[in-house]
């Protein structure tokens, strides 16, 4: 079946520095891929996207890289935050009213 | 001024009963969204609409019936609650423009039946 899935399941990193969450997704149909950030008993609040046209794209501290060839999507945050501390999903859009999320990604932020 | 609402926030029921979740967006948005996240944090789409009207219906328990009374609304109706049905339900909406869009998401109705 369809699929989007996370290498690691928890990332630890030490304030400051740079955090990569990864993605692998299963289909090829997707021309759409979105990251979402989840604090703990809030709904997921959108972080960045990007089309299948591009190979990158860049937020605010946040860059989105997408490989087609290989079916993967990673998130990179810079100088992480305490702040950043959350579950880190990636989705994809197959089609226009429908969305596969990945399973989450739980980033920690180590003082 | 919240974007995407839902009430109620929490809702602790018997199994067999049957309870309601109501979802509101203010962006103007004409798509909306019923998610449910389990335990495990993994987030699964229930329904899609679009312009009041069911786009997607991800297999769900005909137990579940969406209904949409107009575009800024979207409300999910659960019949004969069991245990598995505890879980997180999430409303979202997008814009329609034929492309994808980016959802924004509620902030969610705990579900818990005993």
């Known amino acids: 079946g369809e699929s989007v899935g996370l290498h690691l399941p928890t990332l630890s990193v030490q304030e400051g520095d740079n955090s990569i969450i990864n993605c692998a997704y299963s289909?090829?149909?997707?021309?759409?891929f979105i990251w979402y950030k989840q604090e703990s008993g809030k709904g997921p609040q959108f972080i960045i996207d990007?089309?299948?046209?591009?190979d990158k794209r860049q937020g605010q501290r946040v860059t989105v890289l997408l490989n087609k060839t290989v079916k993967h999507l990673s998130l990179q945050i810079a100088a992480t935050q305490p702040g950043d501390s959350a579950v880190y999903f990636c989705?994809?859009?197959?089609?226009?009213?429908?969305?596969?999320f990945g399973t989450g990604t739980r980033l920690k932020v180590l003082a | 001024d919240t974007a995407v609402s839902q009430t109620p926030k929490y809702l602790v029921t018997q199994m067999g009963n049957d309870k309601s979740i109501k979802c509101e967006q203010n962006?103007?948005?004409?798509?909306m969204y019923w998610y449910k996240q389990d335990s495990k944090k993994f987030l699964k789409i229930m329904f899609s609409?679009?312009?009041?009207?069911?786009?997607i219906n991800e297999t769900v328990p005909n137990r579940f019936s969406p209904k949409s009374p107009d575009k800024a609304h979207l409300n999910l109706h659960i019949n004969s609650l069991e245990l598995g049905d505890s879980a997180v339900y999430f409303c979202?909406?997008?814009?329609?423009?034929?492309?994808?869009?980016?959802?924004?998401f509620g902030p969610g109705t705990r579900l818990l039946v005993l």
């Open positions: 979202a909406s997008s814009q329609a423009t034929g492309r994808r869009e980016t959802q924004y």
């Open positions: 289909n090829s149909a997707s021309d759409y």
């Open positions: 990007i089309r299948s046209n591009m």
């Open positions: 989705a994809q859009a197959p089609g226009t009213y429908k969305y596969i």
């Open positions: 962006l103007g948005h004409d798509t």
């Open positions: 609409y679009n312009n009041k009207e069911l786009i």
